[in-house]
């Protein structure tokens, strides 16, 4: 197990490689990034000067060794629209852009779960068909229609929930959080119903395949015909033999929440890093633009790692090595 | 009153074309310490009958008629929470396949004791020294040790045995086991077998056995019951049954038992059975394109030569070369068939007989040794160019009919593929016609071209395999196991139709099987692998009279005796 752990930190360490070179050649060859950063007025003697002590004359490797290193620090340079280290804005982006992808993937899970297993036991309940009405129309309808739906129906009809912002932030040590305050908590409420639905309907649909697949397996029946009950047979035998493809798909899921929070944070102007990321598009701030790239490369790069690990801890049989299995 | 009573049962699986009946008026009883077998083919209704009684069965079928009682008990009309209780603690089930009814993510321990404890009152350490004790009782090793392991820590017959133990947890007075032994090689069998009788001798358990092994029948039960579509056509002491048959089915179903002690010209033709269609006359393959073309050089002599022929594969992979693991799968394997015999491999599963058949079709690459066919050293071929000549002259049929045909190709392209692919065919007309012919030979007829896969049935699947492996006119055909999915009338059929083939054409074949009836009825020569290693090589009738290794006489001691019922076959 340990060799496998090595050998895909390794394959994790490549990736965040090949990712670092993308965002090194947008950062480098998309525009010029001296024109980016001085004014109309710089001379071309000022220009050479501070291409020469940028280090932009080096040969390309040594530039993209430079960029990888400080870019493991959590150093990306400045930002060109704010004028201000561009970690430094992730540092304060960051917890609200968490927090809500948390929020949203605990409210996805723990409703998409339930209503999976539900709707394959009572294949044919009525309460089972609603829920894959329903389940369609969270699939179709695109995410910001329904913040916006939401905005109009809760924010402007009903005045009940705001409709944009994080409301009243705790800082705790560097970390904001809008956990702490009524208001925090009230205006998280719309973004992340938002950013859960995709997620939710569709761990709802695996969920339930999954189930239908595994309740027809010898093992529930053979459950069955030793008079276990079908709490106990759907519960703890069923779900258990479910859950390895929903761990993949869910790891998978929790990174694109992360990283597809940017319409949702526009919809509802959540000042987390996608709402970072999208006005760094329209500023072209390339900085910005490479940093929350590596970023959200590491963050898919390490839930994978966390879903090999949790592979290990469901299934036993990926635990022993092959060839001592099957033995007497 | 017996133990359990069946009376007129009727089961009926409602579908849109109307309902259809998988058990009619069916009474069977079952006293204690008995053991009923209920033999018959796939699709008769056997398994409906077990799943009727705990109430189990699956959606939409519904037992319609009839009534079912357990010691004087009415039971078929209990609501669902009593029927549960039944379940498990009064009537236990045994299932065909050891390796997919266990919960492969929790150990037997959690398995045990979770089901002791669903029907008994015992607490956490009594419930798992219970455990204990019944492991020890279904003969499992070290129960102490092993029962906080995992399902895929244990070998199949060690899996059966933890699946029996389940089925014993609250010691239930009437067993159903549904093809308990049918995925065991024949001595796991044999083991499983003694168990579950030891088990009704001494528990005093009443069981239903259902199989469609005459074999494990003859060996085991005390009584038989015949079904044939759904009904029961005959009832009768072991003995009877099988020495003096009364119902036409049933001597049909015996004669069709392929023979361990005797080697028959060819099978029994079983009438009673539908669809038992005879090799077409109507060609005369001597003359036909299929004889044509057969004037190879070196007619006598060895066709094929395997010398020391090993396969070595990697079990657990390592960057460092001493903490990797082999499995010698193939271990300095030699032998040679001569042009027209039938060479059979005969061992359990784990072999290595199939990795021997890979590696002549080139399947595998060896890891070792030299193979020659017709003169020519197939190791030493380069690339697939060069070796399809060689391939195109012998060709493979597998062991499952539902896996090996493409189910979304018609059954005339299926056979046509492999002509078009050697380009044997001058002409598309051409193709279609030896197509046509094909299938008039093994017996299916030139309509059948136009189906596709789902339509046909086991045999007449494996069927088409063989016209598909013919297509390409081999000399040399490979058949691993092509019978063992099939039912014994439709295995009599098959091998009918290959043993004919073989003759008329003047096939050179490999025969790979566990059976050893049906060796014996089908080969010249037979060798015995075990553990990658080739054992022994004799003259059939030789290794079944007289065996000279002790692997092979333990393996012909373990065969089913099946002796009786001489007039029909004599």
Redesign the interface.
């Known amino acids: 197990m340990i060799t496998f752990i090595i050998q895909r930190i390794l394959q994790s360490v490549l990736v965040m490689l090949t990712v670092a070179l993308i965002a090194f050649g947008l950062f480098r060859y998309v525009g010029d990034p001296i024109n980016n950063m001085v004014g109309q007025d710089t001379s071309t003697e000022e220009r050479a000067e501070l291409r020469e002590r940028l280090g932009l004359n080096d040969a390309f490797l040594v530039q993209f060794g430079r960029f990888a290193i400080n870019a493991a620090q959590g150093e990306f340079g400045f930002s060109y629209q704010h004028r201000r280290p561009v970690s430094d804005l992730i540092v304060e982006r960051l917890p609200a852009t968490l927090e809500l992808s948390l929020v949203s993937a605990i409210l996805a899970l723990f409703i998409g779960i339930p209503m999976g297993v539900y709707t394959a036991i009572r294949r044919n309940g009525a309460v089972s068909h609603a829920f894959m009405t329903l389940s369609l129309i969270g699939i179709s309808l695109p995410t910001f229609l329904i913040g916006i739906l939401l905005i109009l129906f809760f924010g402007v009809i009903l005045r009940w929930l705001p409709t944009f912002g994080r409301g009243d932030v705790v800082e705790i040590g560097g970390w904001t959080t809008g956990f702490l305050t009524a208001s925090g908590l009230k205006s998280l409420i719309m973004p992340a119903i938002t950013l859960a639905l995709f997620q939710m309907t569709l761990i709802m649909r695996l969920v339930r395949a999954e189930m239908l697949e595994v309740l027809r397996t010898d093992f529930v029946k053979f459950g069955r015909a030793r008079g276990l009950p079908d709490r106990y047979v759907h519960f703890v035998t069923a779900l258990k033999n479910t859950l390895v493809p929903v761990i993949t798909i869910t790891g998978l899921q929790l990174g694109s929440i992360i990283a597809f929070a940017i319409i949702t944070e526009s919809v509802f102007q959540w000042p987390g890093m996608g709402l970072l990321f999208i006005q760094a598009i329209g500023e072209v701030d390339i900085p910005v633009m490479a940093a929350y790239l590596v970023l959200i490369a590491f963050f898919f790069v390490v839930i994978n790692l966390v879903v090999d690990v949790l592979y290990y801890v469901v299934d036993p049989r990926l635990r022993v090595d092959r060839a001592d299995s099957g033995g007497h | 009153m017996s133990l359990l009573d069946i009376k007129e049962m009727r089961v009926e699986f409602p579908s849109r074309r109307g309902h259809v009946v998988a058990v009619e008026s069916l009474t069977l009883n079952v006293e204690p310490g008995e053991i009923l077998g209920v033999v018959g083919e796939s699709g008769a209704g056997k398994s409906t009958i077990g799943n009727a009684v705990?109430g189990?069965l699956e959606p939409p079928g519904q037992m319609t008629a009839g009534e079912v009682y357990l010691d004087g008990t009415r039971i078929d009309n209990l609501d669902d929470a009593a029927k549960?209780?039944?379940?498990?603690?009064r009537i236990?089930?045994i299932?065909?396949?050891p390796l997919?009814?266990?919960?492969?993510?929790?150990?037997i321990e959690r398995q045990l004791v979770?089901?002791i404890q669903?029907?008994l009152d015992l607490d956490q350490a009594q419930a798992r020294a219970r455990a204990v004790e019944l492991l020890d009782a279904v003969g499992i090793?070290d129960p102490n040790i092993r029962i906080e392991q995992?399902p895929?820590?244990?070998?199949g017959g060690?899996r059966q045995r933890v699946?029996i133990a389940?089925?014993l947890?609250?010691d239930p007075e009437m067993i159903i086991a549904d093809e308990p032994t049918t995925a065991l090689d024949v001595s796991v069998q044999a083991q499983i077998l003694d168990l579950m009788k030891g088990l009704c001798r001494d528990r005093n358990v009443g069981m239903i056995l259902i199989t469609h092994d005459m074999g494990v029948i003859a060996e085991t039960a005390d009584r038989v019951a015949v079904m044939y579509r759904g009904r029961v056509v005959e009832t009768g002491k072991t003995e009877q049954i099988m020495g003096t048959p009364v119902h036409d089915y049933t001597k049909s179903l015996i004669s069709a038992v392929p023979r361990p002690e005797k080697r028959l010209h060819r099978f029994p033709l079983v009438t009673y059975i539908e669809d038992a269609t005879e090799l077409g006359d109507t060609l005369d393959l001597a003359t036909h394109w299929l004889g044509q073309t057969r004037d190879y050089e070196g007619e006598d002599g060895d066709l094929l030569q395997a010398d020391n022929l090993h396969m070595r594969f990697v079990?657990?992979h390592?960057?460092f070369a001493k903490h990797r693991?082999y499995?010698d799968a193939v271990d300095d394997v030699s032998f040679s068939i001569k042009t027209g015999e039938v060479f059979g491999l005969v061992g359990e599963s784990g072999s290595g007989k199939s990795t021997v058949a890979r590696m002549i079709t080139g399947i595998y690459t060896p890891t070792g040794g030299t193979i020659r066919f017709a003169g020519a050293d197939l190791t030493a071929l380069k690339s697939r160019k060069e070796a399809a000549p060689w391939r195109r002259q012998m060709q493979m049929i597998f062991q499952d009919p539902f896996s090996s045909l493409n189910g979304r190709m018609r059954v005339r392209d299926i056979i046509a593929e492999p002509i078009h692919f050697h380009k044997m065919a001058s002409s598309k007309d051409e193709a279609e016609q030896i197509v046509h012919d094909l299938l008039d030979v093994v017996g299916l007829g030139a309509q059948a071209a136009q189906k596709f896969p789902h339509e046909f049935s086991g045999g007449q699947r494996q069927r088409i395999s063989i016209a598909r492996a013919l297509a390409t006119r081999p000399r040399f055909l490979i058949c691993d196991e092509p019978t063992s999915a099939l039912d014994v009338s439709i295995q009599a059929q098959v091998l009918n139709l290959l043993k004919d083939l073989q003759q008329e054409l003047g096939l050179t074949m490999l025969f790979i099987s566990h059976d050893l009836p049906v060796i014996r009825q089908i080969c010249d020569r037979v060798g015995v692998m075990r553990h990658g290693k080739l054992l022994e090589v004799a003259e059939t009738e030789n290794l079944f009279e007289d065996p000279q290794h002790d692997y092979t006489k333990h393996l012909l001691d373990l065969m089913p005796k099946f002796v009786g019922f001489q007039e029909l076959t004599a």
């Open positions: 705990i189990l549960r209780r039944i379940r498990g603690a236990g089930m299932f065909q396949d997919t009814s266990l919960d492969p993510l929790q150990t979770d089901t669903m029907h090793p995992y895929h820590q244990f070998s060690m699946v389940l089925a947890c609250a079990t657990r390592s960057f693991l499995l």
